[in-house]
């Protein structure tokens, strides 16, 4: 089942830049984007929940590590321009995410860098590479969402 969202990953990705490219609406984009972020959050906290255990399943958190790093590198086609509040879908997408495109595209770049080295660490399999990875990688969500993301 954790190998899943691997394959979530990229069929999500396939769909955002195709909806994107074929004149989806902002609603079915931000609906896909959101999505993207729930299975990001839900690789999160499957490895979160097998740090917690005695005897965490390495298998687990890899194939989790790899869906985090891969939808890392597909976000940024996630948000195209007409996405965000001026479309008038719902979205948590503050308009600072395109009148701020430089330092969104540097936090997002930012989380992608973390996210790699968060599947370098869970590819190796020790634990207290991963522990602190994990946090790191967490850290650059916390400095996107705080800046890019409204408060729900």
């Not at 069929?11 to 984007?33: E, H, P, S, W, Y």
């Not at 660490?121 to 969500?141: E, F, H």
């Amino acid at each position: 089942m954790k190998a899943g969202w691997v394959g979530a990953a990229a069929a999500l990705a396939v769909t955002l830049t195709a909806g994107v490219a074929l004149g989806q609406g902002a609603a079915d984009v931000i609906k896909a984007r959101q999505q993207g972020y729930k299975a990001q959050g839900a690789a999160f906290k499957t490895i979160n929940d097998e740090l917690k255990k005695k005897d965490p399943n390495i298998g687990a958190i890899r194939s989790s590590a790899k869906a985090i790093a891969e939808t890392a590198t597909t976000q940024y086609r996630w948000f195209p321009r007409g996405s965000g509040p001026e479309s008038g879908a719902k979205t948590a997408a503050k308009a600072e995410i395109w009148t701020d495109a430089a330092g969104f595209a540097a936090a997002q770049k930012a989380f992608q860098a973390e996210a790699q080295k968060l599947g370098q660490a869970a590819a190796s399999g020790d634990l207290k590479a991963i522990r602190p990875q994990v946090g790191a990688t967490g850290k650059t969500c916390a400095g996107c969402h705080n800046k890019y993301r409204v408060k729900t």
